[in-house]
């Protein structure tokens, strides 16, 4: 070890385990101490560092505090080189003075005792005000003053509250030197009392301010024999309980740190951020902090190149969010501690309290008052801490970038935005919350849209409450009443609402709707929005898009001191119109507004404040500061214009194009029902392969049904029994169910694919959340919505022939008006993602009616093989181009070994004409003129209805869909097996297998082949096996053992034992 280096020893310091501090024990071995060999020759400045440091502590002690306190010119002149470093060991006098300062700890507090730690204290404080730069300067052990000053204070067992003291005063007193040496002078002389320190934020001087620069330097030290490098906000973040009674100094240094410190990571991959967010020390001092580090290491540059301090992560993957979830939960799996017990409280600490002088000790009483006193404050904190870091996430990245810091692989399916564009134009209250009600959105959304859409009120039998009669619509808010209530959302972020032209909403409906929600950014089409209502709906907007008819009195309303620029946050506005005055009369009338919404503040109004003096002027943020707020919750609400007139003149740009004008959700943008749903019916023949699914399928839902049922009820009567247990995934038998059966398990069907309108009657009950990778500009194309009604069609084939399954939509931009499949425009890279997000949702099947060309990259392949080695089935349509030789396409040309080639057939059983050579493909399933003209098993009445109105769809894409319907049908008649069978049931192993595709396609083969030359064996009959157990499930009741055993049967017969 280099001369004049300090061993630090410590038993466990894990920077993932909150308790990691209790243990943190520090020596310091100083080896020069007691050297008394003369260096003055060889090393001069050594010499004088050491000469001063032992004046100052043993031979004149009054000397140097006179001295000191008169005119700091004497020192320099004494001691030359006193703001240098040692030509040994390279340490400054800070560094040596605190070096020295912990073996007095163990000395009895004496009046000569306490003088003279004062005394050193007054001479850190000269030095650094006078020599701030010395904080930066590290000795030859990569160590500087101010990393070794709190190392010092984090020493247990030896806590010396001077010493806590002397950290205080480094850490304030590092401040730009200031050019008059007579304020410099007095200011050296006084205590810091913590109220100062922002000469950073006020000073023009635009060198970087020494705190700043010690900040930054990379230290090195070694801790239970393992080396550290990291910085000073890292180790400061890491033990922040040493500012337990200070925490202003810890907010100095996180306010003072710069962009390059912040994502600085140290040996574990931690950024200082990291630190900052344990949830062990919850507090308002944490989230303080916190919007520093965010503010001061999130520039707009550092974003696009995703190396913002919210983007960095740990070495398992972790960002700052995401650490501090995992820090909540590890923390609400211990025990409840009572907040007196003070060796558990780290956060924000008292267990080392007395950390100063006797101020220091009122403050620490004050500070244990402060305190979370109880998890549920704790608890509160952490949930400020949560939506600013959502807030700002979602606020500053993309859709998938901030999903990604915020959950990693989502696998939950969180929704950060609610996006209604290309959904129904009406409908019913009960159905759209029934149709969402599994769906999970965050507590801070990215954007909120709605096109034009009209809700059906669903008339409540006990509600005596006469309706509020109301000129202009209020649809938006029941939607934003039900984000709010049932949904759980805090926050929206930007909200975008497509007015209709007659009938637009109230003010009053505006504002209930927005209330609550802080939105920042909003873009409501109603035309000439009142600026009142604004402030009422969101005081805290900081850019709005207007639309205007053209009345300039409008103009004149927004452009008022009390107009717009009553919103205090609004920086910029955009104005669209579509007026029939002259191009040149507006823009006249809009350049005058922008004029307006920079108009400077009066005199007079100035000279009024100044007399009146409002103290909370002094307490809001410059308009001009180049750096944006970080918001987070409920903004608070401006302060009233009555209180200061002159915030109302802060700088509004106001933005315009006359040439621009884009018709959100215009009518043809919104498809019907069913692609070309306007079309007559066309009589096609009747395809028997449907007719013997049909039939089949409603047969087999009710059996299941009444498996689920009692499957509940066997659950319930075992919760309810306390003194019988059943083992995991069992359920007791009940009722008909036999012994030892299965806890019923969902089939997964992940359909990617143009979305799907989850609204359908028919789907209803059938669908899962779903995922979106399709995206148009800043917004999300909704999986919960069919830009063609491609996907919706897909849906509902997978449906009719397994009405059990389970159907995860995932949407992809499938090109504006082209019908999915081979016309599709794919993006590959994100039909990649689909592919590994329906994997990593546990789907079994993914049904794929799409086709692209043979990619240049390996993203599409490198996917394919995942979902594949993790035995997921993949049904690929084949591409329907005619008679070619090959199958030049994917995802059905790759690994043809392994995925599932389905094309279309003719009602007879001929393969369609277009659907390429039949020896490339597995299996054809009907695919021509299909239509739904019988009944269809759905919840109610009016689906039928709604079927038979559809018109027939022809393709491999709908073959694609039954065929993977099918497949469903297999795994759950194998699982009805191994529940119900009477003698050799299905093994796990033989039901695992049904998930390879070469053990799928024998047991769909089971149903029977035809044999004609025509389809060469490709046309399954499945008619052959299904038709008999229709009509003997016609003949019991679907809840009886024999409805089950024919199932079960009907399994044993496709699937072979191994």
């Given at each position: 070890m280099l001369p004049g280096s300090n061993h630090i020893a410590r038993e466990h310091d894990d920077p993932d385990d909150p308790d990691s501090d209790d243990d943190f024990q520090i020596s310091y071995v100083n080896p020069e101490e007691d050297s008394d060999h003369d260096e003055g020759e060889t090393a001069p400045k050594e010499a004088c560092i050491r000469r001063f440091v032992e004046d100052l502590m043993t031979n004149d002690t009054d000397g140097i505090r006179t001295m000191l306190k008169n005119d700091f010119g004497q020192i320099l002149n004494k001691y030359p080189d006193l703001p240098c470093q040692s030509e040994l060991d390279g340490r400054t006098v800070l560094h040596r003075i605190v070096d020295d300062f912990p073996r007095m700890a163990g000395k009895k507090d004496s009046n000569k005792n306490l003088n003279l730690k004062q005394t050193i204290i007054f001479a850190v404080m000269t030095i650094t005000s006078r020599h701030p730069e010395l904080l930066a300067k590290p000795a030859n052990n990569g160590i500087t003053p101010l990393y070794r000053v709190i190392v010092s204070c984090c020493a247990k067992g030896d806590e010396d509250p001077m010493r806590s003291h002397l950290m205080r005063q480094m850490i304030f007193k590092c401040k730009r030197v200031k050019t008059d040496a007579a304020a410099s002078t007095a200011g050296d002389a006084t205590m810091d009392d913590g109220t100062g320190g922002q000469d950073s934020v006020r000073s023009e001087d635009k060198t970087p301010h020494p705190l700043t620069e010690a900040l930054k330097v990379k230290c090195t030290s070694v801790i239970d024999n393992m080396n550290r490098s990291e910085n000073v906000l890292h180790l400061a973040m890491r033990h922040h309980w040493v500012f337990?009674?200070?925490?202003?100094?810890?907010?100095?240094?996180?306010?003072?740190?710069?962009?390059?410190?912040?994502?600085?990571?140290?040996?574990?991959?931690?950024?200082?951020?990291?630190?900052?967010?344990?949830?062990?020390?919850?507090?308002?001092?944490?989230?303080?902090?916190?919007?520093?580090?965010?503010?001061?290491?999130?520039?707009?540059?550092?974003?696009?190149?995703?190396?913002?301090?919210?983007?960095?992560?740990?070495?398992?993957?972790?960002?700052?969010?995401?650490?501090?979830?995992?820090?909540?939960?590890?923390?609400?799996?211990?025990?409840?501690?009572?907040?007196?017990?003070?060796?558990?409280?780290?956060?924000?600490?008292?267990?080392?309290?007395?950390?100063?002088?006797?101020?220091?000790?009122?403050?620490?009483?004050?500070?244990?008052?402060?305190?979370?006193?109880?998890?549920?404050?704790?608890?509160?904190?952490?949930?400020?801490?949560?939506?600013?870091?959502?807030?700002?996430?979602?606020?500053?990245?993309?859709?998938?970038?901030a999903n990604r810091l915020l959950y990693g692989d989502n696998l939950q399916d969180i929704q950060t935005w609610f996006d209604y564009q290309g959904a129904a134009k009406e409908v019913d209250e009960q159905a759209f919350q029934s149709t969402f009600e599994n769906v999970t959105f965050e507590s801070v959304l990215k954007y909120v849209a709605f096109p034009p859409v009209r809700i059906r009120k669903t008339k409540s039998r006990n509600s005596s409450r006469r309706p509020v009669v109301r000129r202009g619509r209020s649809d938006m808010e029941f939607f934003f009443n039900w984000l709010r209530e049932k949904k759980g959302v805090k926050r929206i972020l930007k909200v975008i609402v497509e007015d209709s032209v007659d009938e637009p909403h109230s003010?009053?409906?505006?504002?209930?709707?927005?209330?609550?929600?802080?939105?920042?950014?909003?873009?409501?089409?109603?035309?000439?929005?009142?600026?009142?209502?604004?402030?009422?709906?969101?005081?805290?907007?900081?850019?709005?898009?207007?639309?205007?008819?053209?009345?300039?009195?409008?103009?004149?309303?927004?452009?008022?001191?009390?107009?717009?620029?009553?919103?205090?946050?609004?920086?910029?506005?955009?104005?669209?119109?579509?007026t029939l005055e002259s191009r040149e009369r507006l823009n006249t009338n809009l350049r005058d507004l922008g004029t307006r919404l920079k108009e400077q503040c009066p005199d007079y109004l100035k000279e009024w404040a100044q007399k009146n003096g409002n103290p909370k002027m002094k307490d809001t943020p410059a308009t001009g500061s180049s750096k944006a707020a970080v918001t987070m919750g409920p903004p608070p609400r401006p302060y009233a214009a009555a209180e200061d007139p002159t915030l109302l003149y802060h700088p509004v740009d106001c933005h315009y194009d006359l040439d621009a004008y884009f018709p959100r959700w215009s009518d043809s943008s919104i498809p019907p029902s069913g692609p070309n749903g306007d079309r007559n019916n066309i009589l096609t023949p009747p395809h028997i392969w449907l007719g013997?699914?049909?039939?089949?399928?409603?047969?087999?839902?009710?059996?299941?049904?009444?498996?689920?049922?009692?499957?509940?009820?066997?659950?319930?009567?075992?919760?309810?029994?306390?003194?019988?247990?059943?083992?995991?995934?069992?359920?007791?038998p009940r009722g008909n169910a036999l012994s030892n059966t299965r806890a019923p398990e969902d089939v997964i069907v992940a359909l990617i694919d143009d979305g799907v309108d989850t609204m359908a009657e028919q789907l209803s009950g059938r669908m899962l959340p779903g995922r979106t990778f399709g995206f148009e500009g800043d917004r999300n194309l909704p999986w919960y919505a069919s830009e063609t009604g491609h996907g919706t069609v897909m849906a509902t084939m997978i449906s009719r022939v397994c009405p059990m399954a389970k159907i995860y939509p995932i949407r992809l931009n499938m090109g504006a008006k082209l019908t999915a499949g081979a016309g599709a425009m794919i993006n590959v890279d994100s039909a990649a993602q689909a592919i590994r997000a329906a994997v990593d949702r546990k789907a079994t099947i993914i049904s794929i009616s799409w086709t692209v060309g043979i990619p240049k990259s390996d993203t599409?392949?490198?996917?394919?093989?995942?979902?594949?080695?993790?035995?997921?089935?993949?049904?690929?349509?084949?591409?329907?181009?005619?008679?070619?030789t090959g199958i030049d396409y994917y995802p059905a040309g790759f690994r043809r070994d392994a995925v599932i080639k389905i094309g279309a057939a003719e009602p007879s059983g001929s393969p369609y004409d277009w659907a390429g050579p039949i020896e490339n493909l597995d299996f054809i399933f009907p695919g021509v003129e299909v239509v739904q003209r019988h009944t269809f098993r759905g919840p109610t009445a009016g689906a039928s209805k709604e079927i038979r109105e559809m018109e027939p769809k022809t393709g491999s894409s709908v073959a694609t869909a039954l065929g993977a319907g099918l497949a469903a049908l297999v795994i759950y008649c194998a699982r009805i097996n191994q529940m119900y069978a009477e003698g050799e049931k299905l093994s796990d192993a033989d039901v695992a297998?049904?998930?390879?595709?070469?053990?799928?396609?024998?047991?769909?083969?089971?149903?029977?082949?035809?044999?004609?030359?025509?389809?060469?064996?490709?046309?399954?009959?499945?008619?052959?096996?299904?038709?008999?157990r229709t009509q003997r499930l016609a003949q019991v009741r679907a809840d009886s053992n024999e409805a089950r055993k024919i199932v079960a049967q009907l399994a044993r017969d496709l699937i072979p034992v191994v």
């Open positions: 337990a009674s200070q925490m202003k100094a810890l907010v100095r240094l996180a306010s003072n740190a710069s962009e390059e410190t912040i994502i600085e990571k140290d040996g574990n991959g931690f950024s200082p951020l990291h630190y900052a967010v344990n949830y062990e020390w919850s507090s308002q001092e944490q989230l303080t902090i916190v919007k520093h580090l965010i503010q001061n290491g999130e520039s707009v540059a550092l974003i696009e190149r995703r190396q913002g301090v919210l983007d960095l992560t740990t070495k398992d993957g972790l960002s700052a969010y995401r650490y501090h979830m995992l820090t909540r939960e590890r923390a609400q799996k211990q025990p409840s501690q009572h907040p007196n017990n003070t060796a558990a409280w780290k956060a924000p600490g008292i267990r080392r309290a007395m950390t100063g002088g006797l101020k220091d000790v009122e403050n620490a009483a004050v500070q244990r008052e402060q305190m979370p006193d109880s998890r549920d404050e704790r608890e509160e904190w952490s949930e400020e801490l949560q939506i600013l870091l959502k807030v700002e996430c979602l606020r500053t990245r993309k859709h998938e970038v003010d009053e409906a505006i504002e209930k709707a927005l209330n609550g929600f802080g939105v920042l950014s909003l873009d409501w089409s109603k035309p000439d929005l009142d600026p009142e209502a604004l402030y009422k709906a969101s005081p805290g907007l900081t850019d709005v898009v207007l639309h205007w008819t053209g009345n300039n009195a409008i103009l004149r309303a927004w452009g008022e001191p009390k107009g717009l620029r009553r919103l205090l946050q609004l920086r910029k506005i955009e104005i669209l119109t579509k013997a699914v049909d039939d089949f399928a409603e047969r087999i839902s009710n059996v299941w049904e009444r498996i689920l049922r009692d499957s509940r009820s066997a659950s319930q009567a075992t919760n309810a029994d306390s003194a019988q247990t059943t083992p995991a995934n069992t359920s007791a599409l392949g490198n996917a394919i093989h995942y979902a594949l080695d993790n035995d997921v089935l993949l049904f690929c349509s084949s591409r329907d181009s005619g008679h070619g297998k049904l998930r390879r595709s070469a053990f799928m396609i024998q047991a769909i083969r089971n149903f029977g082949m035809s044999t004609s030359d025509v389809t060469k064996n490709k046309f399954v009959e499945v008619w052959r096996k299904l038709d008999d």
